[in-house]
């Protein structure tokens, strides 16, 4: 049990590690916080330092929820261990406690969560994305519509309500993290496509 807690810790801590915070402020010595919408992601600092860095960045957000998500398999000592440690990645990407709980939208930890645990749901999940995308014509829309379908992806595919669960959790750290995004396209203020 101590294990299971001690990896559990370390997910949402791998999370809170500020990747792109990071490769913006070695690049371009730019603070994210203070630039373009101030979340500390890959698009933000694609739009604002440039391609490089916020591929670095995305590239960096991805693998730490790999990791952190390997380790709930690999050591946890029952299935739910990966599934939780999948879930704290992302909450940990999305309120870094390093950055006074300002992070990024949860996009790249949630491919690299997906990736470990589920990683035929990502050609469905890009699929709706690029497909809500171009209905709605708006980015932020199209992954807010990929990620209230992810329980019902999840579900029958991988086997039971427990992974509709972890749908549903993966879902609402990305959503939360979106709304502002959402409550701009419902208002007509439009986002990038």
Do not use: Q
Request: net charge positive.
């Amino acid at each position: 049990m101590a294990g299971d807690i001690a990896i559990l810790v370390g997910a949402y801590l791998i999370g809170s590690f500020p990747s792109n915070y990071l490769t913006a402020k070695l690049f371009k010595g730019v603070d994210l916080l203070r630039t373009g919408s101030g979340n500390v992601g890959g698009m933000n600092t694609i739009r604002n330092v440039g391609a490089l860095p916020g591929l670095v960045g995305g590239a960096m957000d991805i693998l730490k929820a790999v990791l952190a998500t390997w380790l709930g398999l690999a050591y946890g000592s029952a299935p739910w261990v990966a599934s939780a440690a999948a879930v704290l990645v992302v909450v940990g990407h999305n309120w870094m406690v390093w950055l006074r709980f300002r992070g990024g939208k949860g996009l790249g930890a949630s491919v690299g969560a997906l990736a470990m645990l589920a990683p035929w749901s990502l050609p469905w999940m890009l699929g709706l994305i690029v497909v809500a995308t171009l209905i709605l014509r708006d980015t932020m829309m199209g992954v807010a519509v990929a990620c209230a379908f992810l329980p019902a992806i999840l579900w029958p595919v991988k086997g039971g309500p427990m992974w509709a669960l972890v749908g549903a959790l993966l879902a609402l750290a990305v959503l939360g993290k979106l709304a502002e995004d959402i409550k701009a396209y419902l208002g007509g203020r439009r986002r990038f496509v």
